[in-house]
């Protein structure tokens, strides 16, 4: 399997300075040593202009927390996955359960977004996962088959990644526990497979949920997890570092 994929979703969080500040400093410790891991953030809109020039150049990428389905046109407030592009985005996160329970966004919306992406040449991290009712209900691994069924595009997006990420574990410091997430991601690796054969053995499977420095080893030794995505933990360069560490 290729490296491990460190990816920080920055969500509505940060001010050019810091921002700026925050890309710099990672991008010029992974340039002075560190981790064989691939670096991503994600930070917000606002953001990726002047976060996207801080990277240049470096071995950190720059990715995007939302995209539109359609290429243009009337959508005020909306931002098409090809504008992502010409910022000099390489990912974009696509089903957050922000977006999903904060804004109401269906799986068949989600699909549409993931296809926009890959269309524009960008690769989509489609997260899905289920929330604490359906987890204590035993139903975690029904919903992520439907979401997943409802969410992916019809043939396998260049570069796909997809995000486990328990609704209950997001900012909460709880965590699944290795177990958990073997089951989760081998369940998904299945239905990857079978959906797309060949290709799906080869998409990117993230762990997502209160990964810090402390859990992130054995979260990211277990099967199947070929990297993270962090929330709260990615705007602290330290602490995102010592991911990255523990990954490798
Ligand atoms: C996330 O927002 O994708 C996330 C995993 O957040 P946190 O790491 O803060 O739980």
Same mark, same amino acid.
């Given at each position: 399997m290729s490296r491990k994929l460190i990816a920080g979703n920055w969500k509505m969080n940060g001010l050019r300075a810091q921002g700026e500040a925050l890309a710099r400093g990672l991008a010029e410790r992974a340039a002075a040593s560190g981790p064989d891991v691939e670096w991503l953030v994600c930070p917000p809109f606002t953001l990726l202009a002047p976060v996207g020039e801080a990277l240049e150049g470096t071995s950190v990428a720059l990715g995007a927390q939302d995209c539109h389905p359609? &290429?243009? /046109?009337?959508?005020?407030g909306d931002i098409a996955a090809d504008m992502l592009r010409d910022l000099g985005c390489a990912y974009v996160i696509v089903g957050h359960s922000e977006r999903r329970h904060g804004h109401g966004e269906r799986s068949e919306l989600v699909r549409g977004k993931a296809e926009a992406a890959a269309r524009a040449g960008l690769k989509p991290i489609v997260c899905v996962g289920e929330c604490e009712r359906q987890r204590v209900a035993g139903k975690t691994l029904a919903v992520l088959e439907e979401q997943l069924a409802d969410s992916l595009p019809d043939a396998c997006p260049e570069g796909l990644v997809v995000a486990y990420e328990p609704v209950w574990a997001i900012g909460t410091g709880k965590t699944a526990t290795p177990a958990d997430v073997e089951q989760a991601h081998g369940h998904i690796r299945g239905l990857l497979a079978h959906r797309y054969g060949e290709a799906g053995r080869g998409v990117r499977l993230l762990y997502g949920g209160s990964v810090k420095p402390g859990n992130a080893g054995e979260l990211l030794r277990t099967? @199947?997890? @070929?990297g993270a995505l962090v &929330? /709260?933990?990615?705007?602290?360069l330290d602490d995102f570092w010592g991911i990255g560490e523990a990954a490798a």
């Open positions: 359609q &290429g243009q /046109g009337a959508y005020t099967p @199947d997890v @070929d &929330g /709260g933990a990615s705007l602290k």
